[in-house]
């Protein structure tokens, strides 16, 4: 695993930017892994201003969101697509017909997870997934207690999660108690993980994925088993880690992500 330590959030976004940017210029086609919540915004807001300043393509790539909110339509301003669309698709040359998500309005939820799979497959797999981290070490929707084998299906959220996730709703009644999320055997396949993190109230989520056991009580953890995760976290987020001071040597004397 690499773990890039860097001294502010928008410091995370521009080596996630980096990341993502070197993947889509070296394949144009590139299928992209997409997270929605606070900390892959200011890789988003980076990979905007490339676009734009820099002429930065999606125009051939194709996104598969992590996971979505189970029971309210697509065009709700909490649901992820939405979210994603508002934060990074709209302001860049991706198609809306290569943006997928889970389908978390399916009648039949069952279905709709198996196809998002197919989907996947049928892409060629994703060569890069971004990835947040919940404060209690879920990624995508995984909770804690997820089959680190899991694919794709229906999760009930974790009160804490729902209370994490509270501030985007206009209460805590309102945010919904089932989600479909990419399992974690679904996102391990990926052929690049990515994890951005930032602030103080990840430090010990981080922690524990880049250092405790793996372990499904921690979902994040699930990223030691990986062979190519790269971890971008600010000094905050870095705090908990014990060694820290060893991967920031490692980062002064060789910039390994720049060779991604
Ligand atoms: C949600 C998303 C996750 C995300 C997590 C952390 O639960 N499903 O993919 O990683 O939030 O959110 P934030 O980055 O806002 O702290």
Not at 31 to 43: D, E, F, I, K, Q
Not at 247 to 253: G, H, L, P, S, V
Request: aromatic residues 6%; proline residues 5%; contains cysteine.
């Amino acid at each position: 695993m690499e773990v890039v330590i860097v001294d502010t959030p928008e410091m995370v976004g521009i080596v996630g930017a980096d990341i993502v940017e070197r993947v889509v210029r070296r394949h144009p086609s590139a299928v992209l892994g997409l997270a929605t919540g606070s900390s892959p915004l200011s890789t988003y807001r980076e990979l905007i201003r490339r676009h734009l300043a820099d002429g930065l393509s999606f125009r051939t790539t194709t996104c598969f969101l992590l996971d979505e909110y189970v029971g309210l339509p697509p065009d709700h301003p909490c649901a992820y697509l939405g979210f994603i669309a508002r934060e990074f698709t709209r302001h860049v040359d991706l198609p809306d017909n290569q943006l997928h998500a889970p389908d978390g309005a399916a009648e039949n939820l069952v279905a709709a997870c198996d196809n998002y799979e197919r989907a996947i497959a049928a892409a060629g797999g994703v060569d890069a997934q971004l990835l947040g981290i919940g404060t209690n070490g879920h990624i995508g929707f995984n909770e804690p207690g997820s089959s680190l084998a899991s694919r794709t299906r229906v999760k009930t959220l974790a009160t804490r999660t729902r209370q994490d996730n509270a501030r985007f709703f206009s209460s805590l009644d309102e945010v919904p108690r089932h989600v479909v999320t990419q399992g974690i055997g679904t996102i391990l396949q990926a052929r690049h993980l990515l994890l951005v993190a930032s602030g103080g109230a990840k430090a010990e989520a981080v922690a524990a994925a880049v250092e405790g056991p793996v372990a499904a009580i921690l979902p994040a953890s699930a990223l030691q088993l990986h062979p190519h995760a790269t971890v971008v976290i600010d000094d905050a987020a870095a705090s908990r880690l014990r060694n820290g001071d060893y991967y920031r040597q490692t980062f002064a004397d060789k910039p390994a992500w720049q060779t991604l």
